[in-house]
């Protein structure tokens, strides 16, 4: 069975964008694979300079994922930080890995183009975390014989910079050590849009929050963009939202509804909210109790510490003594 594997960034509040653009599919391409999920927490020092904000963020997003059906016994779930053989293999792996490789890396590229931009010094805010960012998630992904990394379009150069690191490594030593991992790309994943018809993100301040309470639900679903002339319904972001929240059935039955004037946005947008609480209204109610309950997520993270640190440690052992250490 191939070994899939995927990290999650702490960061701040989801939305529903999130949810169904990264969250379901990747639960759905778990199933029934060997996956190992695990909590990017040595990712986020690079940005986050705040402690408490670190341990909360991490708990939050741990929170998300076990409300949105990560079933701890079917998929290894871990805290990244647990494993100190990632650490460790990031050393090794920093050495066979060549600086011109690092400056390619989107992160790093964009962090220095907006300096330039701005007429600063190009590496002005820029740490060396991030600027290594992608041999720490080469780490990640090689220490456990990584076969199937699961990621969004942005991550693609990642896991093909891992590649050529896990390559470098096992030519250099002579030595198969690291299994070459495939990235994997959702087909056919719509774009949710968010509450002004751009891109639902975090970015935009246009988004319908994932976990929260019904009547700030009512609130942001009130403030969806409509326009006036209501000819065109199939493609309104209220309608587009709808379709991707509500079965398809239902979804089929407000547009008709919408085409032959039966109903106006004001329904459209009540139907929106209930399809919003139907699909989320439950999962909303666990993330708050998980968030409630810290000492069961820490027990989560334990049991995958101890599933993942005696692969962790066989494959740095085998990297350590092709390179000499042991
Ligand atoms: P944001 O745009 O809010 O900053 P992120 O870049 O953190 O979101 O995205 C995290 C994950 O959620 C990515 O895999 C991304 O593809 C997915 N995602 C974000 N926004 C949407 C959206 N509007 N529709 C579908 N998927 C989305
Ligand atoms: N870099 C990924 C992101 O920004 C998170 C991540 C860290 C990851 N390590 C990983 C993803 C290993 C897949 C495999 O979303």
Same mark, same amino acid.
């Given at each position: 069975?191939?070994?899939?594997?995927?990290?999650?960034?702490?960061?701040?509040?989801?939305?529903?964008?999130?949810?169904?653009?990264?969250?379901?599919?990747?639960?759905?391409?778990?199933?029934?694979?060997?996956?190992?999920?695990?909590?990017?927490?040595?990712?986020?020092?690079?940005?986050?300079?705040?402690?408490?904000?670190?341990?909360?963020?991490?708990?939050?997003?741990?929170?998300?994922?076990?409300?949105?059906?990560?079933?701890?016994?079917?998929?290894?779930?871990?805290?990244?930080?647990?494993?100190?053989?990632?650490?460790?293999?990031?050393?090794?792996?920093?050495?066979?890995?060549?600086?011109?490789?690092?400056?390619?890396?989107?992160?790093?590229?964009?962090?220095?183009?907006?300096?330039?931009?701005?007429?600063?010094?190009?590496?002005?805010?820029?740490?060396?975390?991030?600027? /290594?960012?992608?041999?720490?998630?080469?780490?990640?992904?090689?220490?456990?014989?990584?076969?199937?990394?699961?990621?969004?379009?942005?991550?693609?150069?990642?896991?093909?910079? /891992?590649?050529?690191?896990?390559?470098?490594?096992?030519?250099?030593?002579?030595?198969?050590?690291?299994?070459?991992?495939?990235?994997?790309?959702?087909?056919?994943?719509?774009?949710?849009?968010?509450?002004?018809?751009?891109?639902?993100?975090?970015?935009?301040?246009? /988004?319908?929050?994932?976990? /929260?309470?019904?009547?700030?639900?009512?609130?942001?679903?009130?403030?969806?963009?409509?326009?006036?002339?209501?000819?065109?319904?199939?493609?309104?972001?209220?309608?587009?939202?709808?379709?991707?929240?509500?079965?398809?059935?239902?979804?089929?039955?407000?547009?008709?509804?919408?085409?032959?004037?039966?109903?106006?946005?004001?329904?459209?947008?009540?139907?929106?909210?209930?399809?919003?609480?139907?699909?989320?209204?439950?999962?909303?109610?666990?993330?708050?109790?998980?968030?409630?309950?810290?000492?069961?997520?820490?027990?989560?993270?334990?049991?995958?510490?101890?599933?993942?640190?005696?692969?962790?440690?066989?494959?740095?052992?085998?990297?350590?003594?092709?390179?000499?250490?042991?």
């Amino acid at each position: 069975m191939s070994i899939v594997l995927t990290g999650i960034k702490p960061t701040g509040d989801l939305h529903i964008g999130n949810y169904l653009g990264a969250i379901e599919p990747a639960l759905k391409s778990a199933v029934d694979q060997n996956s190992y999920f695990f909590i990017a927490d040595l990712h986020a020092l690079n940005k986050e300079k705040d402690p408490q904000k670190i341990h909360q963020y991490t708990l939050s997003i741990a929170a998300a994922w076990l409300a949105s059906g990560l079933d701890p016994q079917k998929i290894v779930f871990y805290r990244q930080s647990d494993i100190p053989q990632v650490s460790e293999l990031t050393t090794l792996l920093s050495a066979v890995t060549q600086k011109s490789l690092m400056n390619k890396a989107h992160a790093y590229k964009a962090a220095r183009d907006e300096n330039l931009q701005k007429k600063r010094d190009p590496d002005a805010g820029i740490n060396m975390g991030l600027y /290594t960012y992608p041999v720490l998630m080469a780490a990640d992904i090689l220490l456990l014989q990584t076969n199937l990394v699961p990621v969004g379009q942005d991550q693609v150069q990642h896991v093909e910079i /891992t590649q050529d690191i896990a390559q470098n490594f096992n030519r250099t030593y002579s030595q198969p050590v690291f299994t070459i991992p495939q990235y994997f790309i959702q087909p056919d994943l719509a774009t949710v849009p968010g509450i002004d018809g751009r891109k639902m993100s975090k970015s935009y301040n246009n /988004t319908i929050p994932l976990f /929260t309470t019904p009547d700030i639900w009512e609130k942001v679903v009130k403030k969806i963009v409509t326009d006036s002339d209501i000819s065109n319904p199939k493609n309104s972001s209220l309608f587009l939202i709808y379709k991707a929240v509500a079965p398809e059935s239902q979804s089929q039955n407000l547009l008709s509804d919408l085409e032959n004037k039966r109903i106006g946005w004001k329904e459209a947008k009540d139907r929106l909210l209930e399809a919003i609480i139907t699909r989320f209204g439950d999962m909303s109610r666990d993330y708050f109790n998980w968030l409630k309950s810290p000492q069961k997520i820490e027990a989560i993270f334990a049991q995958g510490k101890e599933k993942v640190i005696p692969l962790a440690q066989k494959t740095l052992a085998s990297a350590q003594k092709a390179c000499g250490l042991s």
